[in-house]
């Protein structure tokens, strides 16, 4: 089993700052990564796949980066509601999730 | 698109319980399918992945699962199901029937149902 170990567990920020979440996996992937934004009572909702490529309608603050073994969700400038749980995805293998890394206000 | 799930609830360990994963806006056999599960306060977990492939779909499961859970479909209801047997406690959690895409194995989900709840407990 790929695991995927997310960091940091929470990200304190104020809206407007810079969010940097990571994601690693104990295998190389290649890019095959998806990133997912989780909000209280609803189901995850599809940011990023395959490491870089924006889902539709998901705004330009979000970006993604990395190949291989180390990946990076960006968001540019948080908005009021950016703050969520992030989970990262990899399909190279029997999909696996991260655990997760909340980004919460400051 | 709209998925929408049912059948989720209470159940006592080692009984059986049979989700239904109603799909709108997609042709559901042209579609790779998932099952994904949360258990409370936790993290995700793929616990299926069926193609799109004959009328019934070719699946696969979680090891944890293997020989519990079985998925099938209807093709003229366009509706994916999850027969859940010998439950376990640790078989609690948030059922999401999901949609599998992209090039390459497996596949991201792009379209989620709202989750339905199934709670093992005596």
């Known amino acids: 089993e790929i695991v995927l170990t997310q960091a940091p567990a929470t990200l304190s920020l104020s809206p407007g700052e810079r969010a940097t979440l990571s994601c690693r996996a104990s295998q190389s992937i290649s890019s095959y990564l998806a990133w997912y934004q989780q909000k209280p009572g609803q189901a995850p909702r599809l940011l990023i796949y395959?490491?870089?490529d924006r889902a539709t309608g998901i705004p330009a603050r979000f970006s993604g980066s990395g190949s291989g073994t180390d990946f990076t969700l960006t968001i540019s400038s948080l908005e009021p509601e950016d703050f969520a749980v992030y989970y990262c995805q990899q399909r190279s293998d029997w999909p696996t999730f991260g655990g997760g890394t909340k980004v919460e206000i400051k | 698109v709209q998925l929408v799930e049912s059948g989720g609830g209470l159940v006592k360990p080692g009984g059986s319980l049979r989700l239904s994963c109603a799909v709108s806006g997609l042709t559901l056999s042209d579609t790779y399918m998932t099952w994904i599960r949360q258990a409370p306060g936790k993290g995700l977990e793929w616990v299926s992945y069926?193609?799109?492939?004959?009328?019934?779909?070719?699946?696969t499961y979680v090891e944890s699962v293997k020989g519990r859970f079985t998925v099938s479909r209807d093709i003229a209801k366009n509706s994916l199901f999850l027969q859940m047997n010998s439950l376990r406690a640790e078989d609690t959690a948030v059922y999401y029937c999901a949609r599998a895409t992209g090039s390459g194995p497996f596949g991201h989900s792009d379209y989620w149902g709202q989750g339905t709840l199934v709670t093992v407990s005596s």
């Open positions: 395959d490491a870089s």
């Open positions: 069926t193609s799109n492939s004959s009328s019934t779909g070719y699946t």
